[in-house]
């Protein structure tokens, strides 16, 4: 299963910015998607996370400020950032845990290519 995400771009602070990513493949069932982010120096940190049926969960860092959606039907999930200021400057990952209904079943989970987010005035 592969992961294209798109959307990442320079902000000024107080801006918004949506980012996408999509999972194309053979066969496959997603189960968790999600929104990981690496600043420079730092290790990565988990963002935002959606299951299959909906329910969502943040880092304190972003709650109240970013939207974590998903579209089963393109498998494609999606991450809306408003209020963005210069500590959310990351290289933004997508992930997803998938599987396929093999005998036996085969289970996942892939990464995107990572989209860079700047924010500076």
């Known amino acids: 299963v592969q992961l294209q995400a798109s959307g990442g771009g320079l902000v000024q602070p107080g801006g918004s910015l949506t980012l996408s990513c999509a999972a194309s493949g053979s066969t496959f069932r997603l189960n968790y998607m999600g929104w990981h982010r690496q600043a420079p120096g730092k290790q990565r940190d988990l963002v935002a996370r959606i299951s299959s049926g909906g329910s969502t969960n943040y880092a304190d860092s972003v709650k109240g400020r970013f939207t974590i959606s998903r579209d089963n039907a393109k498998n494609t999930v999606y991450l809306q950032m408003n209020s963005l200021n210069a500590e959310d400057t990351a290289v933004y990952y997508c992930?997803?845990?998938?599987?396929?209904?093999?005998?036996?079943?085969?289970?996942?989970?892939?990464w995107g290519q990572g989209t860079q987010v700047t924010v500076s005035s």
């Open positions: 992930e997803a845990d998938w599987f396929r209904d093999t005998v036996p079943i085969e289970v996942g989970r892939s």
